[in-house]
């Protein structure tokens, strides 16, 4: 860590597709935001949302899983040191991100093979040979996990302690967060403190500003207790090359939000601009359109994924140069499941935004704008995309978890990321096979299952608030 | 409303042909018929030669869509495109190039599937919709509030882990089911219980929260009002008025996905070795078999193209204010 | 619908309850089988091929080692392996003649030999199975030859022919298949091979496929002379090949040289009959112990005992040790003993897995993930059963395999390739790196020996001990190969010219990759795996996986890098595996099986010694040669052979893993009864959790009924003030 802010001439920033997309993609977030904070319509709704307490629980939850998703999108490769004096500048063939080098104990501390979570010992006995020559079959001690232990020191002495420790002061930060945060929002409000407390305790601000504290401590006082534990153990254990689960996991997190963000914005434009003019022109394009939907979706999904992955198999082949690194191979492919996947899914929302289209084309405001001559273009923008936003942004947040799940599955069929990329999808794959296993290897199948679990179902509380919000026939209850 | 169906049916074929198209396009840009040959022939001791033999006999040695050397019409129809395509619009789906005959082996697989997805179907639909009644019979309360929470976190579970799960518990700890298999008749009612509970168990939060929602939309309407204020009990009004009204989006739901169930489950089916559509195509991708591919593709877009036409129809038939033309 | 399935699980769980006898809940099978000899197993894939002239595949050979009966065998028990007869009186020995036609002895050199004769005579009284394409109406014609199109109405499957024959094997049979090898319609994998050999083969296949572009759509192959392959009379046939080839013999013992009927080809010829997937592929016809009767590729396949076979003895003698282990208690007895083996579709690893542990399979192979469930490892390093296990009565069989898996290196390729000292260095470092032992005890759980040559244990010419091993990359030390420290390999890379993984010149990093078509969990742990050997030397390795067309295709064309490649014997002879790394015979261009492209003149002329040559001091001394140029020369680096682990149930009796027989089935025997008693035993079925998962459920909803009541009653005023709102 302290080289990297010592030394930043010794880092190349490497931008990768997904990277840039991802960037992207959060660029176009922020302007949808500053486009919906003029749309009074779009407003109203939102700021249900926001005083909903759960919905804001999970969008705390969903926040850290993006900042942690981001910190893994920055990526760079290191230095490496001159051999000889003159020589070009070289740098590592291995691409890092920032998430590497924030958990870097995590990454390096590579076991043999399998462990089980806060082990000292291997999972699997191995023959060593003892001082004097004899030989035993017994659990060899780990290289890392519990690698500080004295014979002064237990290991569940030593887990109690940590877990103390680690508690405390999470505790401590959390209160010190709340204090800090009620005292600001007494200031803005110009109340007493006590009432302040008492109104953060019955949700009576516009925004759950109770539910977002309560979260945030929780995950501070989690993450404090993990990071000591996971510095001297391996919290989740080790997979079967003996990498951290812990790690594994953590990676996991980008892969999951790339294939349900990426996905989405590569759909965007497509179901936007398709449905609409179906919707709108009618006629002839409304035909061509509604062949061309119709004959995607009868093509089964997983044949149009995997023939695309192959394709991009045979381009890899070709032009094996531009994909000199594991990394850049592995996200290229991952672009291209989120550009497949977004190809088979734009057509649910296109469908639903041509009949709402049909709709509006009806209603007496466009009538009458027609009939005041005024432009095509302008009454898409003015008057028609400004109605169906509502209809995108429910099908955005639905869609969302909906591909989280759909990786997994894919990488059992073989057709999902590329085998390199850690991901949620590839670990529970493999962990089928550990299910098998007696003693049951059960940690890496937890390990993602609690990290999916945690993903998906914030953002389904999350995406059920806004649709609760903008679905007219919901609103009233 | 003959004429309805003649049209829609006919508007089927360009369908048809585009998607046969799509798949000949996406299947030959990966693969060379050379290619196919090879994955046939085996890995050990194999000529060029042996693979021309292979390419002449399962027709694969002309030119993929136009053949330059042809005279006329020869041009179009002398090639593989044409020769292979043809035929599946009169249902003959040839050999697959292992040399057995499809047809035979689509009229056999069918039933394995139809048996996992019938009851799956049904059994889903009845256990969603009552739990999802019960649901909006307790709305707005703990019981409402913890239903959708439950249905959430139940549908955030990737379907792997249901059937890692289920396999474990059931065949392996407790020893009810068989872990995997299948068998004709009556015997195969001990192989389907367990895959489908686990669908069942799979799509219940997404069912029922989906039917919840419809049920509240009904019961936000006037015509509950009314009844009750006319004195009837919430149970009266639930199943006498509001289920009756809220079949219309169940049933047309339901019936596009009817068709479908030929085709069986590509997940399930792998999972509990069941000989099924879905495990035949998984299994003609893996092997590169572009015969039994194409006649899965034509195949899933016609019943896609009849489920869609059947949704029609079923709007008419609930709903009788509904024209088609 | 919807009733009626709950109804028939009803049915099922009340009938289940009632404790209906012997059978287990979970049993997969029918009932009434129990007493029956019938042996389970599995298959994963559908076999595509049951034609003896295109099977090659081991999937394949499962069932076609049962049916169809070549002239000779391996013997079951004896090692090393030995050829004795099966349909044949004897193993003959060839005669041989030179270019002129006279006749010279074995002892002659190779050279010289231009023409090896075979004569092969076999046994009289050799019946077909039952079969309709020998079945004849009284006047002695063949009923089912021409089939009329109301006649194929009728027809299904095989067994919807009424009437079947038999009828008994003859010397022409056996010509007859070999004929068949060179059919313009059959691909046969070993035609381009075998043509190089048989005299005229080449020939014969180019005069077929001009017959059949005259439009003949049935070739009687009996019209089409041979000079390779004659019959003498009724009970004898001649095959004559070029030069000498003592391995030749080793083929014979092969499927592909089993007998084929003319009236069966004549049978299947018949187009109406493919339609309905009736071909030699899926309706196999042999003389052999077993036959197929049922094969639905996609649920089951069933062989069951051929009540024409000719029968055959258990055999009276084996290695020492096998009486003690009672492999010859049945010595004598008629074969076979099973009078059925259902083969059921299973497309995963686990359930067949959990199956074997409920004893619904009889035998099983080890997973790397059962392994620590199956197997330890006594303090001493021999292999036992865990308790689990021995309780069980399951007992466990090894072997090593005579394969060989290896990593090649492309010699073609201009970094890690050719034969220049730099670019040898750098896979010599390399070979020194990747810590095969260790690959072999995490993916493998020990089962394995890695590889010090490309000689297989178990195969002429492999030397054990501290003479066997590869000096470049051990030592040996206290009595074992220790792998050399990883210094060396940095030191090694470093004279390459890469000092540290950089190019001395440049100072870029190196950057190898490894082709491959691995997907899956598997895999993944492997390149990881992979991935840490080569930063041991501060290389990085990058995994370039693609689909096994375009990997076929890479090293068609040469242009891979690093791959993995395996290869199983044909036949128990070291010219099987040399002949994997001999130049002429390069994968690239030439479609041989040298995947690495390797290609050295001294090992090219030392190989051309020694493939002709019987076994004896001076092969052996020739051979160590030429696996001193490949350790020398690396092109394959890494490899191992792998162990074979098998489990067997205790009422699974005569079982020795034989590498090179195919057709074992014959000698095994089950024990239903002890079966049936287990399997009862072993599968009780647990239903209390059933129980309390049902109460709590009912449990959870009285606070909904609770607050249904409160709602009933309050519902007249509440709905109301809910509804004004």
């Known amino acids: 860590m302290p080289d990297f802010f010592t030394n930043l001439s010794s880092f190349k920033p490497v931008f990768l597709w997904t990277d840039i997309l991802l960037l992207l993609l959060l660029a176009s977030m922020g302007a949808i935001g500053v486009y919906v904070s003029g749309q009074e319509h779009l407003l109203a709704p939102l700021r249900q949302v926001r005083r909903r307490a759960l919905a804001m629980a999970a969008l705390t939850v969903l926040l850290s899983y993006i900042g942690i998703g981001l910190l893994d999108s920055l990526h760079f490769r290191q230095k490496l040191p001159q051999i000889e004096a003159g020589q070009e500048i070289q740098y590592s063939p291995e691409v890092l991100s920032l998430l590497d080098l924030v958990v870097g104990r995590l990454r390096k501390n590579v076991e043999r093979t399998y462990s089980a979570p806060l082990a000292t010992h291997s999972f699997a006995k191995e023959m060593i040979e003892f001082p004097g020559g004899v030989k035993k079959r017994v659990f060899p001690p780990l290289s890392y996990g519990g690698a500080h232990l004295t014979d002064g020191l237990t290991q569940s002495a030593d887990i109690k302690q940590t877990l103390f420790m680690g508690g405390l002061t999470g505790l401590f930060l959390a209160f010190t967060l709340f204090l800090t945060f009620s005292f600001l929002l007494s200031r803005h409000h110009r109340s007493p ?236 794959n493999s962990a089928r096979m550990e299910m098998a296993r007696e003693p049951i290897v059960w940690w890496s199948l937890s390990a993602a299952f609690i990290f999916m679990f945690g993903l998906v179902l914030t953002a389904n509380i999350f995406s059920d608030a806004v649709r609760d919000a903008f679905d007219p026939r919901l609103r009233s209850r | 409303m003959t004429a309805y169906i003649v049209r829609r049916l006919l508007y089927a074929f360009p369908i048809l042909i585009g998607v046969n198209l799509l798949t000949f396009l996406l299947f030959f840009v990966i693969n060379t018929p050379d290619d196919m040959a090879r994955l046939h022939l085996g890995g050990k001791r194999v000529t060029q030669e042996a693979v021309d033999k292979w390419k002449a006999d399962h027709g694969y040695n002309k030119p993929l869509a136009i053949n330059l050397s042809a005279q006329g019409s020869g041009k179009l129809t002398e090639t593989i495109f044409f020769e292979k395509s043809l035929r599946l619009f009169f249902f003959d789906f040839g050999r697959a190039d292992d040399g057995r005959n499809i047809g035979a082996d689509i009229r056999q697989r069918m039933w394995p599937s139809l048996a996992i997805a019938i009851p799956g179907l049904l059994v889903g639909l009845f256990v969603n919709v009552t739990v999802a009644m019960l649901i909006a019979f307790f709305r707005a309360s703990y019981i409402d509030t913890w239903g959708v929470i439950v249905a959430v976190a139940m549908m955030s579970i990737s379907s792997l882990f249901y059937i890692i799960g289920g396999q474990f518990l059931f065949s392996k700890m407790l020893r009810l089911v068989p872990i995997s298999g299948y068998d004709g008749g009556l015997n195969a009612v001990k192989f389907l219980i367990l895959p489908v509970i686990i669908g069942l168990i799979a799509g219940v939060g997404t069912g029922t929260r989906w039917y919840r929602t419809i049920f509240l939309e009904e019961i936000g309407k006037d015509y509950v009002r009314t009844a009750r204020a006319k004195g009837l009990s919430e149970l009266t009004v639930l199943f006498g008025h509001v289920l009756r009204n809220a079949l219309v989006p169940i049933l047309t739901g339901v019936v596009v996905v009817i068709p479908l169930l030929f085709l069986g489950s590509l997940i399930t089916e792998s999972f509990f070795s069941i000989p099924g559509l879905g495990s035949y195509t998984i299994d003609a991708i893996n092997s590169q078999d572009f015969a039994i591919v194409r006649a899965m593709v034509f195949l899933g877009s016609f019943l896609y193209i009849i489920g869609l036409l059947l949704t029609d129809i079923s709007y008419t038939w609930v709903d009788p204010r509904v024209r088609l033309n | 619908m919807g009733r009626s399935f709950y109804f028939v699980v009803l049915l099922y769980f009340l009938s289940s309850l009632s404790g209906c006898s012997g059978s287990s809940l979970n049993n997969p099978y029918p009932k009434g089988d129990e007493a029956k000899t019938i042996l389970y197993s599995s298959f994963s894939q559908r076999p595509k091929h049951l034609d003896p002239a295109q099977s090659y595949s081991s999937n394949e050979i499962t069932f076609t080692g049962q049916i169809y009966e070549p002239p000779f065998q391996y013997h079951y028990l004896k090692r090393p392996y030995s050829l004795i007869p099966l349909t044949a009186e004897d193993v003959p020995s060839p005669l041989y003649f030179d270019k002129d036609g006279t006749e010279i002895t074995g002892a002659d050199p190779a050279e010289t030999v231009a023409l090896s004769v075979y004569t092969i005579k076999i046994k009289p009284g050799i019946r077909y199975q039952p079969h309709p394409s020998f079945a004849r109406d009284t006047e002695g014609k063949f009923l089912y030859h021409n089939l009329s199109d109301q006649a194929l109405e009728r027809i299904d499957t095989l067994s919807d022919f009424p009437k079947t024959g038999s009828r008994e094997l003859r010397a022409e049979d056996y010509v007859y298949q070999i004929k068949r090898l060179a059919h313009p319609r059959i691909h046969s994998p070993i035609y381009g091979f075998m043509s190089e050999y048989i005299v005229e083969l080449k020939d014969f296949g180019t005069q077929l496929r001009e017959a059949q572009k005259k439009g003949a759509a049935f070739l009687d192959l009996r019209d089409f002379p041979l000079a390779g392959a004659e019959v003498v009379d009724q009970y004898t046939y001649r095959i004559k090949i070029h030069g000498k080839y003592p391995q030749f013999l080793y083929w014979l013992a092969m499927p592909f040289f089993a007998p084929v009927p003319y009236e069966v080809d ?221 210094t060396a390999a940095r030191q090694l890379l470093a004279e390459a010219g890469y000092p540290q993984g950089r190019d001395e010149k440049t100072g870029q990093p190196l950057i190898l990759h490894f082709d491959t078509t691995g997907t899956g969990p598997e895999a993944k742990a492997t390149f990881d795996w992979l991935r840490k050997q080569f930063e041991k030397i501060q290389v990085q390795l990058v995994i370039r996986n693609t689909d096994y067309n375009r990997f076929q295709d890479k090293m068609l064309k040469g242009t891979a890098q690093i791959f993995q490649w395996g290869w199983n014997a044909d036949y128990p002879d070291p010219e099987n595996f040399l002949f994997l790394l001999y130049g002429p015979n390069a994968k690239a261009g030439k479609n041989g099986e040298n995947a690495a492209n390797y290609s050295n003149k001294e090992f090219d002329t030392l190989f051309d010694r020694m493939k002709n040559m019987e076994n004896g001091p001076e092969r052996q001394r020739i051979i160590d040669q030429m696996v001193e140029v490949v350790r020398r020369d690396v092109p394959w680096v890494s490899g191992f052979h792998p162990q074979r682990f098998g489990l067997f149930h205790a009422w699974y009796g005569n079982i020795k893993p034989n590498l090179m027989a195919n057709n074992t089935l014959k000698y095994a025997k089950v024990d239903p009864h002890l079966r049936t008693q287990q399997q009862g035993q072993w599968n009780k079925a647990v239903w209390w959790p059933l129980w309390v998962g049902g109460m709590l459920l009912l449990l959870g909803t009285l606070p909904a009924i609770r607050s249904y009541r409160r709602k009933e009653r309050g519902i007249s005023e509440h709905s109301w003030q809910r509804n004004l709102q």
Request: aromatic share 10%.
């Open chain 1, 193 to 428: 403190w006590k009432k302040t407390l008492h109104a953060l305790r019955n949700n009576q601000y516009e925004t759950a500003w109770g539910a977002i504290l309560i979260t945030l401590s929780l995950i501070i006082i989690m993450v404090s207790i993990v990071i000591p534990l996971s510095a001297k153990y391996h919290l989740s254990g080790t997979d079967k090359v003996g990498q951290d689960v812990l790690y594994l996991a953590l990676k996991g997190i980008r892969t999951g939000l790339v294939i349900g963000g990426l996905t989405t914005l590569v759909m965007l434009p497509f179901a936007l601009f398709l449905g609409i003019a179906a919707g709108y022109f009618r006629g002839w394009v409304d035909d061509l359109i509604q062949y061309l939907y119709t004959t995607l979706s009868s093509v089964p999904g997983v044949l149009l994924i995997a023939a695309a992955v192959l394709i991009l198999q045979v381009y890899m082949d070709k032009h094996a140069d531009s994909f000199s690194s594991i990394t850049e191979r592995a996200d290229i492919r991952l672009l291209f499941l989120c550009l497949i996947l977004g190809m088979t899914s734009w057509i649910g929302l296109c469908r639903l935004l041509r009949g709402e289209t049909l709709k509006l084309r009806e209603s007496e405001y466009v009538q009458a704008a027609i009939a005041l001559g005024v432009g095509r273009t302008r009454i898409l923008i003015r008057h028609i995309l400004p109605n169906v936003m509502h209809i995108v942004l429910i099908s955005v947040v639905l869609d969302f978890s909906g591909l989280v799940l759909a990786e997994a599955v894919l990488s059992y069929v073989g057709v999902g990321v590329d085998p390199a990329m850690i991901s949620w999808g590839n670990m529970i």
């Open chain 3, 266 to 486: 004549r049978f299947y010829a018949q187009a109406g009959l493919a339609e309905k997937n009736i071909t030699l592929d899926w309706y196999p016809v042999g003389t052999g112990p077993y036959m197929l009767t049922t094969n639905n590729p996609n649920l089951r396949m069933v062989l069951e005992r051929n009540p024409n076979f000719h029968g055959e003895q258990y055999p009276m003698e084996g290695e020492p040790g096998d009486r003690a282990a009672g492999m010859l208690e049945d010595a004598g007895k008629p074969l076979p003993f099973i009078e059925k083996v259902v083969y059921s579709l299973e497309k995963e690893d686990i359930p067949i897995w959990n199956k074997f542990l409920q004893g619904y399979y009889d035998s099983s192979g080890i997973s790397s993930d059962s392994f620590d469930q199956a197997v330890r490892i006594s303090e001493t390093g021999n292999t036992d059963l865990t308790e689990e296990m021995k309780s069980k009565g399951i007992r466990l069989l090894t072997s090593t395999a005579a394969s060989t898996y290896y990593m090649g290196f492309n010699m073609l390729d201009p970094v890690v390739g050719g034969g220049h000292p730099s670019a040898r260095k750098l896979r010599q470092a390399i070979a020194i790196a990747i810590d095969q032992e260790e690959s072999i005890s995490i993916f493998q759980n020990g089962r394995g020996m890695a590889m010090q040559g490309p000689l297989p244990p178990g195969i002429f010419g492999f030397k054990e001990g501290e003479a066997g091993i590869n000096r470049r990359v051990y030592d040996w030390i206290d009595g074992k190969p220790k792998r050399l420290p990883i």
